[in-house]
């Protein structure tokens, strides 16, 4: 059964840090593509990093330059780091995994991620 469980969430202020982790079980992780989702309230859900299973990076405008997506094909882990997070980066995010050039079919819980001024 294809699990994603995600960590590293929690409260931080302003200008801080925080890695998110997305551990996968179930499938064969380096044939999928990947991506981190954040959901505020009142907000639609949007993509804020893409990484295909080829490699290359995707990042919203808004995070572009703060935050960095990376994976380890041996742990099966996917992991977002933000940098100089900001409050209005205060979300729900959510790790997503599927198949190359098809919609993401594996979503992790979400991890509420608090930026405090």
């Known amino acids: 059964q294809v699990q994603l469980v995600e960590s590293g969430g929690g409260l931080v202020q302003a200008g801080g840090s925080l890695r998110l982790s997305c551990a996968a079980s179930?499938?064969?992780?380096?044939?999928?593509?990947m991506g981190w989702f954040r959901q505020a309230p009142g907000k639609q859900r949007e993509l804020v990093a893409a990484?295909?299973?080829?490699?290359?990076?995707n990042y919203a405008a808004s995070v572009k330059g703060r935050f960095s997506i990376s994976r380890d094909n041996f742990k099966n882990t996917v992991f977002l780091q933000m940098n100089s997070l900001k409050p209005e980066d205060t979300a729900v995010y959510y790790c997503?995994?599927?198949?190359?050039?098809?919609?993401?079919?594996?979503w992790g819980q979400g991890t509420q991620v608090t930026v405090s001024s």
């Open positions: 997503a995994l599927g198949p190359y050039r098809e919609p993401y079919r594996y």
């Open positions: 179930g499938l064969t992780f380096s044939r999928y593509d």
């Open positions: 990484m295909p299973s080829g490699g290359s990076t």
